[in-house]
Structures are given as structure tokens and as C-alpha cells.
DNA sequence: TATTGTTATACTCTATAACTATA
DNA sequence: TATAGTTATAGAGTATAACAATA
């Protein structure tokens, strides 16, 4: 996201430390210590993974938490909500109200399980089915942009790098 | 090309596909096609390090983006609000809420521009000085936690890789 | 006309606490 | 006692629109 206004430097320097304002007032703004701080640059990257997911998906309405619930449910039909909210770090009170959402679009539901009377055993409806299968098309364009975005080579890096975590 | 729930554990497994669940009521929760998403693992260790560095500087009460404000005010003495809200990618409708905080505080100021009469130039206190100090300090504790959590190796490898973008 | 800082609004997300029903 | 789901609330963050002063 950092400056496309690319620039007279070496071609392994970073883009940000390329010098030479294109006009007298644009002030190149310093980081400061933040240009050496991992989790600035995670920010910012995911902040556009989010702003271009919910631009591409916005003809459903399907933000990315919507996204992952659905994918999480259809991988494992029945799953608990107590589960569910452990495997995405999702406050199980949020998820309470993300499911009510989905239910009241006719995509999930929450059946009786029949082991332990507290639980829920949550599933797409045919019409979560179809609509996931709709956003699955588009956020696959938006995995598309983002490994653009990075350069296929970057890109095959943080994700075998990142999935070790 | 490295194939997700592949065979049983090889060394270079990563963890979350190692199978057995300890105890017979520990299912194991697929991710489905969010493990093969890169922006679903960002988002992840985004909000690790937002955790941690609440956490690590919630006695001095400095949020991740109240600690980027004042380290960019204290790296460009005199920028504008629009200069470090395009900077950081903050909304100038939300710096202006984060600066009156910041304000109250006593930790920065906003002065006339010189040049022009419709510009604030910021700068931060004598004591915004030494509340950033000391936040650093704690932030670069938070920096070697990531490390350790990420392994150096990959630690660095993520810092110059996501520079790059 | 465009930009800077501002106010206002609405919605989402996060973080808690407390309640109920079941185990 | 502990757990699963729920409700309620407060505080951040995000996204807009509109406005006055100034360029």
C-alpha cells in the first residue's frame, strides 16, 4: 500500500526509502521506529486484505468473519458454537449474534445435538450452501489480487511462512 | 504446493495438521479453505500482535494507533493532520478524535501553521517526550516476544519481505 | 473549486459481566 | 462446579456526509 510513486532508487531498495519528492510540497513523512516494526507491516497488510475482500464480496454482503464461519461450518457439519468460536478466536458472545445474523438470512442453523442438551450442532441450509459457493468464487479473485498485490513469489513465501506459525 | 492434511506427521508438519487429538472429546476443527488463504493467517497473527502489545503497554495506556501517532509526530515535528492521517491510513475524521485525546492527555499539541492558516502543525509535549520513551521501550519488548513467538528466522524474513510491499 | 480540520451519525468489532440451562 | 449459549453494555474502530474557514 506504501508509495506507488516509485522512484530514482536501487532496485532492491525498498520503495519507502526512495528519495525525491515528485513536487516541492510533498513532504516525504519519516516511520520513524515503525518502518522496524513487524507488526506495523502486518497492519497494513491486513487492513487491505480486508478492505479488498469486503469490496469484492460486497454483491452478497459477506464480510470476512461471515466468510470464515461459513467456510469453518461447511468443513464441519455439526460443530458446536463453543468450537466454532475457539477455532476462529471469535468471542462466543459475537458469534451469538454473527449466527443470528446468518440464521435470519436463511444460511445457517442451529439444530439440537443430540449428545449434550446444551449444545448447538450448527449447519448451512441449501441456500447457506449456494451462497457460500458464490463467495468462495469471489474470494478466490481476491486471493488472486492479493498474490498480484505481493508478486507470486512474496506471496508463496508468507503464506508457507505463515502457516507454520 | 505443500499439501495441506497430507499424510501423518512429518517433521516439517506444521502443528495444526498434526492428527491424534489428546482426548476422545477433542475433535479436530478443519479450517477448510481458509488454510490455504493468506489473508486468513495475516489476520491471525494481526490480532497476536495487537493482543500482546495492548497487554504490554497497558500501563502507560497506549493503544497501537495512539503509539504510531506519536512516534510520526515525533519523527516529522510540524506535520498536518492530513499528512499523518494519509501516513498511517487513519481517517482525518478519526484523527481528530485521537488527537483530542492525545490533547487531554498532554502528550501533543496543535499550533498554528505558519505557511498556512489552515493547517495545524503537531508536535508532542515535553511530556508526550517522555511517555513515547518510555512506550518504546515496551514496545520493543512486545517486538521481541513476536520474535520469539515467530522464531527469528522467519521473523526476519517477514519484516523484509512485508518492507518490500 | 479544492483542501483542512471539524462535527455528527451509524454500524461493526471487542471486551466484559452476568444470567439460564444443562452437565 | 463447570460449560454452552445468551443478553446487555461500554469502548474502540470504520465509513460517510456535511460544514466553516481558508487556499
Chains 1, 2 share one sequence.
Do not use: C
Not at 461450518?73 to 458446536?80: D, E, K, P, V
Not at 462466543?92 to 442438551?117: I, N
Request: hydrophobic share 45%; glycine share 4%; proline share 5%.
Amino acid at each position: 500500500m506504501p508509495s506507488p510513486k516509485a522512484a530514482a532508487g536501487k532496485a532492491t531498495m525498498p520503495l519507502r526509502h526512495a528519495a525525491a519528492p515528485l513536487r516541492r510540497s510533498r513532504p516525504v513523512i519519516e516511520l520513524g521506529v515503525l518502518d522496524e516494526r513487524l507488526g506495523y507491516f502486518v497492519r497494513r497488510l491486513q487492513v487491505w486484505v480486508f478492505q479488498d475482500f469486503i469490496r469484492r464480496l460486497s454483491s452478497l454482503d459477506i464480510s470476512p468473519a461471515q466468510f470464515s464461519v461459513l467456510v469453518v461450518i461447511s468443513a464441519n457439519r455439526g460443530l458446536s458454537q463453543a468450537e466454532l468460536a475457539a477455532t476462529l478466536d471469535i468471542e462466543r458472545a459475537r458469534l451469538v449474534r454473527l449466527l443470528h445474523l446468518l440464521e435470519r438470512r436463511g444460511f445457517t442453523q442451529r439444530l439440537p445435538s443430540p449428545a449434550d442438551a446444551r449444545r448447538h450442532a450448527l449447519r448451512l441450509t441449501r441456500e447457506g450452501q449456494k451462497v457460500l459457493a458464490r463467495a468462495k468464487t469471489l474470494a478466490a479473485r481476491h486471493e488472486t489480487a492479493l498474490k498480484q498485490k505481493l508478486g507470486p513469489a512474496r506471496y508463496q513465501l508468507l503464506l508457507a511462512t505463515l502457516r507454520e506459525v
